[in-house]
T-cell receptor, first 111, second 112 residues
């Protein structure tokens, strides 16, 4: 059973606002990931982390940033939201044995 | 050529049918294979994972890996309307630190 949480679940915000999407897991996993997914489309990796103080950019160019100060917490920040950022954002964490678990996602709409 | 190829469908089957979902891959170093189910507007849910060739069964689901052909399959027996979802395959190097490589997903509809 995966214990990975994302807040907020839904967010509607105006252009230019700064937003932080929260992700936390209670499984003690070192590896964590952020994906962006438009409806009916494939997953795109935007950021990942191997552990505390480790962050890497993914395959999809993103204007977001991440931090990893604690093992259980991996927030994603958009400094200035734009309509092109409208999407679903999925957080995941990965066990040492390899299996990866996803959170429920945050649906972001930028007006 | 993408590392992982997956037919996007959509695939439509009648209730009770056996469904076969497939992925091919190009990297012979992949050792770890996963199948996810994703309902519309939800996060992917891990269905099965395996790291060896052969079959792994869990209820109505069977995951099959053929490393010699670089081909993996997910079979769903006695399919139900509740199985209607997008199914994604994912794979990685054994013990690797690199992110999982995902297929694009196959959209399945099971018609009652």
């Amino acid at each position: 059973e995966a214990d990975i949480y994302q807040t907020p679940r839904y967010l509607v915000i105006g252009t230019g606002k700064k937003i932080t999407l929260e992700c936390s897991q209670t499984m003690g996993h070192d590896k964590m990931y952020w994906y962006q997914q438009d409806p009916g489309m494939e997953l795109h990796l935007i950021h990942y982390s191997y552990g505390v103080n480790s962050t890497e950019k993914g395959d999809l160019s993103s204007e977001s940033t991440v931090s990893r100060i604690r093992t259980e917490h991996f927030p994603l920040t958009l400094e200035s939201a734009r309509p092109s950022h409208t999407s679903q954002y999925l957080c995941a964490s990965r066990a040492a044995a390899g299996e990866q678990y996803f959170g429920p996602g945050t649906r972001l709409t930028v007006t | 050529q993408k590392e992982v190829e997956q037919d996007p469908g959509p695939l439509s089957v009648p209730e009770g049918a056996i469904v076969s979902l497939n992925c091919t891959y190009s990297n012979s170093a992949f050792q770890y294979f996963m199948w996810y189910r994703q309902y519309s507007r939800k996060g992917p849910e891990l269905l099965m994972y395996t790291y060896s060739s052969g079959n792994k069964e869990d209820g109505r689901f069977t995951a099959q890996v053929d490393k010699s052909s670089k081909y993996i399959s997910l079979f769903i027996r006695d399919s139900q309307p509740s199985d209607s979802a997008t199914y994604l395959c994912a794979m990685n190097l054994w013990g690797g630190n690199t992110p999982l490589v995902f297929g694009k997903g196959t959209r399945l509809s099971v018609i009652a």
